[in-house]
């Protein structure tokens, strides 16, 4: 079954300091995708960054990049010079590759990052 | 170009009651998913529906039903709501993966309907 876990409940991080959001992963799938998610306190998921699991290179997205260790089954999120606005909770979450074109995404338990000035 | 809209932002029922929550998918999607998120948890997904038929579901009990329209917005219904069914409900809607094996299907997410059961 898949599976994601967050072993960090909660950081705190100078401001401009680059800060690693730990995720792991669980799947009997080869083929699966990998997503990180921000969410301010109004509640929307915010999609930051996506690695694909046969995609040779770590992604980035601006600040962010996705330090992928397949063999380890780790995707943690990097976020270079953090800033204030940064503070939210962050969830790392997973979909499958399937011959279903129904897809669900599921999700960890979530890190909260604060961010100091 | 709106994103996906939800309604109402939030919400106040007693047990037992049943309840109706609207989700609008973004312009150009046909496929929308259901998210039910406990405090402190991250979200669990309910089901998901494309071309006005239930596609997949989760790990919920059948008090929790949907339906999708021709325009593709969709409902999602909780009949003798619990206490436990207080949750913030995020809809995401996304586009139906044609080419059947894909890992990558980005889902937008709504700003959400939060539900409190007294």
């Known amino acids: 079954a898949q599976k994601i876990t967050q072993t960090q409940p909660g950081m705190f991080v100078q401001e401009k300091e680059a800060v690693t959001l730990d995720c792991t992963y669980d799947?009997?799938?080869?083929?699966?995708?990998l997503f990180w998610y921000k969410q301010p306190s109004s509640g929307e998921m915010i999609f930051l960054i996506y690695q694909g699991s046969y995609d040779q290179q770590n992604a980035t997205e601006g600040r962010y990049s996705l330090n992928f260790q397949k063999a380890r089954k780790s995707a943690n999120l990097v976020i270079s010079a953090s800033q204030l606005g940064d503070s939210a909770m962050y969830f790392c979450a997973m979909r499958e590759a399937t011959y279903s074109s129904a897809s669900k995404i599921i999700f960890g338990s979530g890190t909260r990052l604060s961010i100091r000035p | 170009d709106a994103g996906v809209t939800q309604s109402p932002t939030h919400l106040i029922k007693t047990r037992g009651q049943q309840v109706t929550l609207r989700c609008s998918p973004k312009s150009g999607h046909d496929t929308v998913s259901w998210y039910q998120q406990a405090l402190g948890q991250g979200p669990q997904f309910i089901f998901q529906y494309y071309e006005e038929e239930e596609r997949q579901r989760g790990n919920f009990p059948d008090r929790f039903s949907g339906h999708q329209f021709p325009n593709y917005s969709s409902e999602l219904n909780v009949n003798a709501l619990l206490l436990g069914d207080s949750a913030l409900y995020l809809c995401?809607?996304?586009?139906?993966?044609?080419?059947?094996?894909?890992?990558?299907?980005?889902?937008?997410f709504g700003p959400g309907t939060r539900l409190t059961v007294l």
């Open positions: 799947t009997s799938d080869p083929s699966y995708g």
């Open positions: 995401a809607s996304s586009l139906w993966d044609t080419t059947q094996k894909s890992s990558y299907n980005e889902q937008f």
